[in-house]
């Protein structure tokens, strides 16, 4: 049956008929149930969702509900196990679905539905939306007792060729860890596609596992949560993509390798064995790891220290391990048809624990700080022990945690390389025993006592894709020596009650914001007022309307995050491809640590230009802690004292700020943002002091580019340079206090300040105008 095309949602009477919900139906039956989802925190909440569920797995289609990131709906956004007693665990996933062309923005009119099948066995379902001018047909198919998704994707152009295309599935896990695609590692800067050795990307966590099965991709994105084929669409052509999700109640990857057998139909073998203690004592859990020439490939997790799985004909390196036990020696093995080999392991080594306290070597008082495993046990299976530690919230500059037995090398960063260089420890963690180690870190400057504030202006917590709890987001940024905390998640302020609870009670200040995720550009908006929600839909509503939503729910500024990426607001908007079109009252660009800026940097430098403050924001886009760098960038800000909120955003909204990625700016007698008014032939300077922990290596004082410079590119056919360098100046150690002259004439200056490794800040600009003396005398009619 077919249900029209409809621009939102479905119509709850039409759906009503379709005799969705089966009566009575034994656990093991294939069901599809239309209505909010019974999985836990699923984010299929609308009365015309469906959900299709076995005994296995239930997945919810968004069909009334709003996508995150304003794709089309019609997508997965709830994936769960079901437990043995029938009822269904978390959700897993933030979203799946067919991805027509790498996240650029996605022009959608309509979704159709039908249900094909719904019986006991099987159930099949298709929708179908648009991509502009081309159809995408995807179709949903469970069957009793498996616990695949299979998935086919066709796309058929009804348009102009479109070439250089780059689609396919992806898989962005709720929460917990990611095993990207394996992939053999040569000295060629671009991988090829023959390089990968098997064609899975799963997330997973100790008690769970999603994998998504691509037999057509050539490529990968987004830490292998996307699985592209890259290739064109002519006009009238249709062409297909299959692939599975398959959902697990454990962090076992053995049932995803036996699922790539049966798949490929792969010739394979059996490993099994045991896995003891140096003392003889078996694991309760041990952990089988195994690679291919060198590369993690998969591992097996056993059972009261017995293991056994299965594994394609080859040659593989194997070793064991446990939770926070020491690796086993590394074996290799090969693996032959239809045999079963024994590997038994007896040389781990039981836990140990280390304990730091962390300290300013000038004042002697606590620090916050984030401690990383540089050299030593580095855990592949995230569950199993964590790379990444950081001080507690209660204790300041105090931790303790778990670490296998063996010798390490420690990085501990009091403020990330901005306000301190890390210090490097190495020391023997033993098992069944405590490690103690001080770290005195000396402490080059205190921006606060300047007045500055820093803080990460683009950082998630556990919404979505992010996987970092309240909690963890404030030890890292106070680790990272960010002095006023932040959080911008996808569409939502869920979060922002806790975090305000966390920073009073560390007594720093809090700037509660939201993400605002449409498909065409996404946006921060800050301070949000406490308890104000987003009220309007991303995936359909234009920017005018996304705009006033934003500043309803309190914002002062508005910055549009990473403009050039393929779905930035400034591409869509080169595009023609952004709802609404153009809007000029956004406040800020982004400064973004994980995308190239020079586009962004250019644009800015143009309107400045033009003599319009559209000022810098900067952050990290860090959804996890452990793997990410908090306040990798930041913005600094000057306040004067300990801010609010709303006078942090004031204050970047009057320029009074700059980026970093290292060193750190100190203006003597003028601030960015600030006009300084000129007066012919009366020369003016502006200083500065400078600090860099890894040493200073330049500053440049750059400005609007002279008219003889645009010309001379012009008739050179070149395009026109955005700003000229006025003076550049070496520099060396870790301070310095520079005075630049000022050019004559209207127009701006900034600063770039580089450190020796090759770290910069960029400031927002201060403004010159020429006055003539003649502005001032009285005019007589």
């Not at 996307?226 to 249709?238: E, F, I, M, T, W």
């Amino acid at each position: 049956m077919k249900v029209p095309k409809l621009h939102s949602s479905f119509i709850s009477s039409v759906l009503a008929t379709i005799g969705l919900l089966l009566s009575a139906p034994s656990i093991a039956d294939v069901s599809i149930t239309k209505g909010k989802t019974l999985i836990p925190h699923g984010n299929a909440i609308s009365d015309n969702d469906l959900t299709i569920k076995n005994d296995k797995l239930a997945f919810s289609l968004a069909i009334g509900s709003a996508p995150p990131w304003g794709v089309a709906r019609g997508c997965i956004v709830d994936i769960a196990n079901v437990k043995a007693d029938g009822s269904l665990s978390p959700d897993r996933v933030a979203f799946a679905d067919f991805i027509p062309n790498n996240w650029s923005s996605w022009p959608n009119t309509y979704q159709t539905l039908n249900i094909i099948k719904d019986s006991q066995d099987e159930a099949i379902v298709e929708v179908i939306r648009d991509f502009g001018k081309v159809e995408i047909s995807t179709t949903y198919r469970l069957q009793s007792g498996s616990d695949l998704i299979h998935v086919q994707t066709t796309m058929t152009n009804q348009g102009e060729a479109i070439v250089d295309m780059h689609s396919g599935f992806t898989l962005w896990p709720d929460a917990g860890y990611k095993f990207a695609v394996p992939e053999y590692k040569t000295s060629e800067e671009k991988e090829p596609a023959a390089n990968f050795i098997t064609d899975r990307f799963v997330g997973y966590g100790a008690d769970w596992a999603v994998a998504l099965h691509a037999p057509y991709m050539t490529e990968v994105k987004n830490q292998s949560r996307d699985l592209y084929a890259q290739h064109s669409l002519q006009k009238g052509q249709s062409v297909t993509f299959t692939g599975d999700y398959q959902v697990l109640a454990s962090g076992d990857l053995a049932p995803v390798v036996r699922a790539e057998i049966e798949r490929k139909n792969t010739k394979a073998g059996t490993l099994k064995g045991e896995v003891q203690t140096q003392n003889k004592n078996a694991l309760t859990q041990p952990a089988i790891v195994v690679s291919k020439q060198g590369t993690p490939y998969m591992w097996g997790l056993g059972k009261n220290g017995q293991y056994q799985f299965d594994l394609p004909i080859g040659q593989y390196q194997v070793y064991a391990t446990g939770k926070g036990y020491s690796d086993s020696k590394i074996h290799d093995i090969e693996i032959s048809e239809n045999t079963t080999q024994t590997l038994s392991f007896d040389d781990l080594l039981s836990p140990g624990q280390v304990s730091i306290e962390v300290t300013d070597a000038n004042t002697k008082a606590p620090l916050d700080a984030k401690i990383k495993i540089e050299k030593g046990n580095q855990p592949l299976i995230e569950f199993l022990g964590s790379r990444t530690f950081f001080t507690e919230l209660d204790s300041t500059g105090h931790a303790m945690f778990p670490l296998a037995p063996g010798e390490y090398q420690l990085s501990i960063s009091p403020g990330g390389g901005f306000n301190a260089k890390p210090e490097l420890i190495n020391t023997v963690v033993k098992g069944n025993s405590t490690t103690d180690i001080a770290s005195a870190v000396t402490v080059s400057t205190y921006p606060t006592q300047k007045g500055w504030y820093a803080a990460d202006l683009h950082h998630h917590a556990d919404v979505l894709e992010g996987s970092t709890s309240p909690e963890y987001l404030v030890r890292s940024q106070l680790a990272a020596g960010l002095n006023a905390l932040f959080v911008s998640d996808h569409d939502s302020t869920k979060n922002n009650a806790a975090i305000q609870a966390l920073a009073d009670k560390r007594g720093v200040p809090f700037i509660p914001s939201i993400e605002v995720s449409p498909s065409w550009g996404h946006f921060n908006a800050f301070p949000i007022n406490a308890g104000a929600t987003l009220s309007v839909d991303p995936g359909v509503d234009d920017i005018h309307t996304l705009i006033k939503d934003m500043r309803r729910m309190g914002a002062t500024v508005i910055a549009s995050n990473h403009p050039y990426i393929p779905y930035g607001y400034l591409s869509s908007l080169d595009k023609n491809t952004a709802p609404g079109g153009f809007n000029p009252s956004i406040d800020l660009f982004e400064i973004n640590a994980a995308v190239d800026n020079q586009p962004t940097m250019d644009k800015a430098h143009q309107l400045w230009s033009q003599g319009l403050p559209y000022y810098y924001t900067a952050g990290s886009d860090t959804h996890d802690v452990w793997n990410q760098t908090s306040g990798l960038n930041r913005m600094f800000v000057y306040t004067g004292s300990k801010p609010s909120a709303q006078a942090y955003a004031q204050a970047m909204k009057n320029g009074r700020s700059y980026v970093s990625y290292g060193p750190i700016i100190y203006p003597q007698d003028v601030m960015f943002g600030d006009t300084i008014k000129l007066a012919k032939d009366q020369p003016q300077s502006i200083s500065f002091d400078l600090v860099a922990v890894n040493g200073l290596k330049s500053v440049s004082l750059i400005a609007a580019p002279s008219e003889q410079k645009n010309q001379q590119q012009q008739q050179s056919g070149q395009s026109g340079s955005n700003h000229q360098v006025l003076n550049k100046q070496a520099l060396s150690g870790d301070s310095a206090s520079i005075t630049f002259t000022l050019p004559k004439s209207s127009g701006w200056v900034a600063l770039v300040v580089e450190d020796k490794n090759g770290h910069k800040a960029y400031s927002n600009p201060i403004w010159l105008k020429e006055v003539e003396q003649s502005q001032f005398l009285n005019v007589v009619n």
